[in-house]
DNA sequence: ATCCAGAATTGGATCTTGTCCAAAACCGAA
DNA sequence: TTCGGTTTTGGACAAGATCCAATTCTGGAT
């Protein structure tokens, strides 16, 4: 069984089969896929599987912690399993494709205490943006 | 005239009624209106503006570098006039507002050469979160 | 001043993403 | 086995955004 579901269950989460099949299509630490991708994979293994139930799952994986929302670009919210490591993204503006990538030092260090205007602050997200190999000027 | 409606006019640009009412609400550095709040504050100054106009105006200011696109949530798309000085943006979880936050030193280069992956990077988006003054546990 | 072709605008249809909801199915404790 | 709470489901609904064919506008040519 995998580490996320092992966690899920000590949770006391009820490990249903639908819950089971998304847990599983979001297993491997450098997927991004959408809701909806992650719905016609996850019909592949319970093919009557709704898509209600995945936008639960995803919202209650969420919720715990255990997946986290990246917003690249205006369209469809990116599910991300690898929440227990702090990292970044690079993204390709030409084909969508993301990349983990791994800090240098603490992102949040570089906000100088005058720019803070009063507000707590309790994360940073950096995006990297540029074409990946593929999609580079040949 | 604004500067930004003299930089479209110099890249000959047909300054229309309705360009210069969208110019005219982004004008000013530190507003970050969702398409539909441009539209009900353009409407305010030309009655009969239509939403589309003002996508398609969007659009073309984005195109043109004079404007910037900002995702920070799944929601709404906010535009940001202000794409002459490089900056990033501090955002209340709470309530969504957003302020301009100025760089100390380049974020490009917390980047590592070994986590680049081949891309060509052309950007870096920097987006700290938290509450802001108003909304933060008095 | 008038005409005309290309540019810009318009309202509504359409698409994508996501949420909501009431009914049905499921599950496990008693 | 029964029963109440939990989960799932399909479809309705909503927000944000794009698309499109019809119309209006514009500025240069005459
Ligand atoms: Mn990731
Ligand atoms: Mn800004
Ligand atoms: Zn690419
Ligand atoms: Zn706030």
Redesign the pocket.
């Known amino acids: 069984m995998s580490d996320l579901l092992e966690r899920l269950r000590d949770r006391g989460?009820?490990?249903?089969?639908?819950?089971r099949v998304v847990a599983q299509v979001l297993d491997g630490d450098h997927v991004h896929y959408?809701?909806?991708e992650i719905h016609a994979l996850a019909v592949n293994l319970?093919p009557?599987?709704?898509?209600?139930?995945?936008?639960?799952?995803l919202?209650e994986l969420v919720s715990l912690g255990e997946v986290l929302e990246v917003?690249t670009d205006?369209?469809?919210?990116r599910y991300d399993p690898n929440a227990r490591h702090a990292h970044q993204h690079l993204v390709c503006d030409a084909c969508g494709t993301i990349r983990d990538v791994h800090p240098a030092g603490d992102p949040l260090g570089s906000l100088p205490a005058t720019e803070r205007y009063g507000f707590t602050i309790s994360g940073v997200e950096v995006t990297y943006r540029g074409l990946c190999p593929d999609c580079g000027t040949a």
């Open positions: 989460w009820r490990l249903t089969a639908q819950r959408t809701a909806d319970l009557e599987i709704s898509r209600a139930t995945v936008y639960n799952t919202g917003s205006g369209r469809a919210k």
